[in-house]
């Protein structure tokens, strides 16, 4: 269960990369920044991706 935990918290912190990053690409669209739109963009795809993939049950959770 401790691991389950863990994994809780480092996805509480991807989400908050994700809100980042949706924050830097909407600043880069607002003030024409290309560079901080795509680094923003990029922050989004990994914060969404971890998020999902710690969030997933593994076989170790269900004991």
Same mark, same amino acid.
Request: glycine content about 6%.
């Given at each position: +269960?401790?691991? @389950? =935990? ?6 509480l912190v991807a989400v908050f ?6 924050s830097a690409a909407i600043h880069g669209l607002l003030f024409?920044?290309? =560079?901080? +739109?795509?680094?923003?963009?990029? @922050? ?17 959770? =269900?004991?």
């Open positions: +269960m401790v691991r @389950a =935990e863990s994994r809780i918290v480092v996805s990369v994700s809100l980042a990053g949706i024409d920044k290309t =560079e901080v +739109m795509y680094y923003g963009v990029l @922050a989004i795809i990994v914060g969404v991706t971890s998020f999902v993939v710690l969030l997933n049950p593994t076989p170790r959770d =269900e004991s």
